[in-house]
């Protein structure tokens, strides 16, 4: 055994090295053990990747893609800025909370923290420089909040861990909502905290007319994810089905009502929507590969059994688990993180008491974390590149922003209510 799994890890880890990608590093992986070792045959090897290709949720994926795709295109960024900064701006240090509230309000849409900086971060990074702001501030607090995405439904890692745990997609989205306006809500006190120390700018009030146009503007916008949490608490469909109507309704809203996106342009998103889908399916197909090698191994038993020897009470044990991930998380994206690392450990901690919502949301929120943390860190990287400030400045501001997501990450371990507590609605 310890030859065949220093061959697996062997294998994916030079192909890191080479900078492939990471599916394609999985992949050659996986590949040269079938070949080297007579337990995966060629046609198992084809077998579990067809297999890891046959869950319904996977339709969501592409589909939520798609929707984020067509709202982007469809000028939906710019009547969420607008309506957050009618709303925020006029605080001190507005802009920072500005950011802060449309990463909430467009993390309500896309479910893609990289959608949310692109989008977002474009618009309101050189904003907040213009007006003074400390350009690696302004990085900070793009890329802090740009996770908020991966909480509040759709979630696209909440579809990854329901796609790998036995668990539903709709209570796992009602449970993501709590800890995603948590999340909004800490990083506002932080920003506010920092805003008042420095003497931020503050803006002017631009009255009621001002406040009522933005909210016309950005109703139709709004009104998705209402329905959304709506339709999933009441049982009426499926996340799957939902995500396709929802689809339907961005057509409607960006084309015949608003009459933002062309019929060239919702091409060009549906072609983006594609590949951006194709990504991650190949993951996921090879992924679900890796794992059965992975059993076949024992390797997901023997660490979920060193775990369970520790002898430890369950919230000890999440706690332990979410450490972990934290830190794996450092150079492990978070796709990889909840299709590789968090499987193998949910069994352990549901057998330990844990319930799985919980175990969800823990995992998701603490594989999170590593998009802002080098050195893989997506990002900050971003963030620091729209900026223009150097990755250690960007650093330096981003720690009370990470110190506050590290305390909401141990109330979600310790108060289970904040992670379950709307996930049994539907």
């Given at each position: 055994m310890i030859w065949q799994t220093a061959v697996l890890l062997g294998v994916f880890v030079l192909g890191l090295a080479m900078r492939l990608p990471v599916f394609l590093s999985l992949a050659m992986a996986t590949v040269i053990y079938s070949l080297a070792f007579p337990a995966m045959t060629p046609l198992v090897l084809v077998q579990v990747l067809n297999r890891g290709l046959e869950s319904s949720a996977l339709s969501a994926v592409a589909l939520f893609y798609l929707?984020?795709?067509?709202?982007?295109?469809?000028?939906?960024?710019?009547r969420l800025l607008t309506l957050a900064n009618a709303l925020l701006a006029p605080m001190r240090g507005g802009l920072a909370q500005v950011n802060i509230g449309a990463s909430l309000l467009f993390g309500g849409i896309t479910g893609s923290a990289l959608a949310d900086v692109a989008a977002i971060g474009s618009t309101v990074v050189p904003a907040m420089k213009q007006q003074g702001y400390e350009p690696a501030y302004a990085a900070a607090v793009t890329a802090a909040s740009a996770p908020i995405a991966l909480l509040i439904p759709p979630s696209l890692p909440m579809v990854l861990f329901a796609l790998f745990n036995d668990v539903s997609l709709e209570d796992l989205f009602l449970a993501g909502l709590l800890p995603g306006l948590l999340m909004a809500a800490y990083l506002f006190i932080v920003a506010t905290v920092i805003a008042r120390r420095r003497g931020h700018p503050q803006g002017t009030w631009q009255g009621r007319r001002h406040l009522g146009q933005a909210i016309r503007g950005a109703s139709g916008a709004l009104l998705l994810p209402v329905m959304l949490v709506t339709a999933l608490a009441q049982g009426m469909a499926t996340a799957t089905e939902l995500a396709a109507l929802a689809v339907v309704y961005a057509v409607l809203l960006c084309v015949v009502v608003h009459r933002d996106l062309t019929l060239t342009e919702l091409g060009r998103a549906l072609l983006s929507a594609s590949e951006d889908a194709a990504r991650i399916l190949s993951i996921i197909a090879v992924s679900g590969a890796a794992l059965w090698v992975m059993g076949s191994l024992g390797l997901d038993r023997s660490i979920a059994q060193g775990l369970a020897n520790l002898d430890i009470e369950k919230t000890r044990l999440l706690a332990l688990v979410a450490a972990l991930l934290v830190v794996s998380g450092t150079f492990v994206g978070v796709g990889l993180q909840l299709m590789l690392i968090v499987p193998p450990l949910t069994p352990?901690?549901?057998?330990?008491?844990?319930?799985?919502?919980?175990?969800?949301i823990v995992a998701v929120f603490a594989s999170a974390l590593g998009l802002i943390t080098p050195p893989i860190g997506v990002l900050l990287f971003m963030c620091a590149s729209q900026s223009g400030a150097p990755i250690g400045a960007v650093l330096r501001e981003l720690l009370p922003f990470m110190a506050?997501?590290?305390?909401?990450?141990?109330?979600?371990?310790?108060?289970?209510?904040?992670?379950t507590g709307l996930g049994w609605l539907s």
């Open positions: 929707l984020g795709a067509i709202m982007n295109a469809g000028g939906i960024t710019t352990m901690l549901v057998d330990a008491g844990v319930p799985i919502l919980q175990v969800g506050a997501l590290l305390l909401l990450l141990i109330a979600l371990v310790l108060f289970e209510p904040l992670s």
